[in-house]
């Protein structure tokens, strides 16, 4: 049974930082195409960033202007999103799940909330 459990959210005042991390389970991950995503309030669940299962290729949209960096330990099982210079915008539910194609059960997400 494939499990995804979201981690490491919270409130942050703008300009700062947060480590999501995802760990995951119940498929082999070492050769799945990991994405990081997020849906705000009344808006549809977008992708974030991705990452290859080798690790070496990413992508991030376009909008984050290189303040995000995704990363991913296939030792672990576990892949993480690097998040600096939050932004209000930013505030929404993060999840992980694959980059690409159908995607697994949705986990329940971790709150990230960005406010003076």
């Known amino acids: 049974q494939v499990q995804l459990v979201e981690s490491g959210g919270g409130l942050v005042h703008p300009g700062g930082s947060l480590n999501l991390s995802c760990a995951a389970s119940?498929?082999?991950?070492?050769?799945?195409?990991m994405g990081w995503y997020r849906q705000a309030p009344g808006k549809e669940r977008e992708l974030v960033a991705g990452i290859s299962w080798t690790g070496y290729n990413t992508y991030y949209t376009d909008s984050l202007k290189g303040r995000f960096t995704i990363s991913r330990d296939n030792a672990k099982n576990t892949v993480t999103l690097q998040m600096n210079s939050l932004e209000p915008a930013d505030t929404a539910v993060y999840y992980c799940?694959?980059?690409?194609?159908?995607?697994?059960?949705w986990g329940q997400g971790t709150q990230v909330t960005v406010s003076s």
């Open positions: 799940n694959k980059w690409v194609g159908v995607p697994f059960n």
């Open positions: 119940g498929f082999i991950f070492s050769v799945q195409g």
